[in-house]
């Protein structure tokens, strides 16, 4: 088992920064995919970013492109999302995941590639 914790979220400005930093514990996940997911108030969870375990391989969604960075630090089970630029669309609760087969592809899009979830930090973004 792998417990996952986020912790970063807040409220900010449009325009403005945030790092979401996700830690793990229990069963090590170094070789494991690991992504972020987002849930804004009525909508379905998407796809935020993913990144594989050498962190050499990232995927992002088109909506983050360029704003937002995915990275891990393996040393201390640690996952991070850089957000820049914050929009008040990005407003959500964020959510981190490790995948329990340590494969790569775009499987890792999907929500229900991860095993191991977070309970989510709430990221508000004001106009």
């Known amino acids: 088992q792998v417990q996952l914790v986020e912790s970063g979220g807040g409220l900010v400005q449009a325009g403005g920064s945030l790092r979401l930093s996700c830690a793990a514990s229990?069963?090590?996940?170094?070789?494991?995919?690991a992504g972020w997911f987002r849930q804004a108030p009525g909508k379905e969870r998407e796809f935020v970013a993913a990144?594989?375990?050498?962190?050499?391989?990232?995927y992002y969604a088109d909506s983050v492109k360029g704003r937002f960075t995915i990275s891990r630090d393996n040393a201390k089970n640690e996952v991070y999302l850089q957000m820049n630029s914050l929009k008040p669309e990005d407003t959500a609760v964020y959510y981190c995941?490790?995948?329990?087969?340590?494969?790569?592809?775009?499987?890792?899009?999907?929500?229900?590639?991860?095993?191991?979830w977070g309970q989510g930090t709430q990221v508000t973004v004001s106009s």
């Open positions: 995941a490790v995948r329990s087969i340590a494969d790569w592809g775009p499987q890792v899009k999907n929500d229900r590639a991860y095993q191991y």
């Open positions: 229990g069963r090590t996940f170094e070789i494991y995919p």
């Open positions: 990144l594989s375990w050498r962190s050499d391989i990232r």
